[in-house]
């Protein structure tokens, strides 16, 4: 029988980046460093766990130098690049598991008038990659437009239902932050059979510390 695109795999949800489907980098191997740091969960470690987990470890910083900005993830992250009409995008991921991530991807605009365009379109380009693979309902709740360190910033909650025959629920959260013709997108993403109030509470702690580690040169 054969696999729905959009069951064949949260390896290509949480890889859903800067408006594009970048294929998710399944693995990333553990620091040797003396510090307690967060590693990709083991089978044997609840997912709820290993992101509560997490909210206590320290994180290893990060950068991405053609931008100029810093930030930190719960673990060592594995870079994946990808271009399309002219938009050079980096996506910085660290998995807990194939089910969740947290990731902090860059978009290089070439030009200025494109950079509104790339922010206000971004969750109705999501919303149509995910319904053209069977997705219903999705939504976009939890929008709110600020300032993070006197830039710009947006910030939304992805919501939609399984698919017929998919008994997993995500608990997504997204800021954007422009900075001249970089846009930096920080996302927490992750899913379970149920997905409780306690679990998206601890998923929107990880994704405030996540938007909170990032830092301008």
């Not at 510090?35 to 990709?40: P, T, V």
Request: aromatic content about 8%; hydrophobic content about 40%; overall charge negative.
């Amino acid at each position: 029988m054969q696999t729905h695109p959009m069951r064949a795999g949260w390896a290509r949800r949480i890889g859903v980046l800067l408006a594009v489907l970048v294929p998710f980098v399944a693995a990333c191997s553990s620091s040797s460093s003396p510090h307690h740091q967060a590693s990709s969960s083991s089978s044997s470690v609840p997912l709820s766990t290993a992101l509560v987990e997490a909210l206590s470890t320290q994180w290893v910083a990060q950068a991405d130098p053609a931008a100029g900005i810093t930030f930190k993830l719960p673990g060592a992250a594995t870079r994946r690049d990808h271009t399309e009409s002219g938009i050079v995008q980096r996506v910085y991921t660290f998995p807990f598991s194939d089910q969740a991530a947290v990731s902090v991807g860059v978009a290089d605009l070439p030009t200025a008038d494109r950079v509104r365009p790339f922010v206000e379109n971004y969750a109705s380009t999501l919303e149509q990659e995910f319904k053209s693979g069977g997705v219903t309902d999705f939504s976009i709740t939890e929008q709110h437009v600020s300032a993070y360190l006197g830039h710009p910033a947006w910030d939304m909650r992805i919501v939609y239902m399984p698919i017929a025959g998919e008994h997993i629920s995500p608990a997504w959260f997204i800021r954007l932050v422009v900075d001249g013709l970089h846009v930096v997108v920080l996302q927490t993403v992750a899913s379970m059979p149920s997905v409780s109030e306690t679990f998206v509470d601890t998923c929107r702690t990880l994704q405030e510390r996540l938007d909170q580690t990032l830092k301008f040169s």
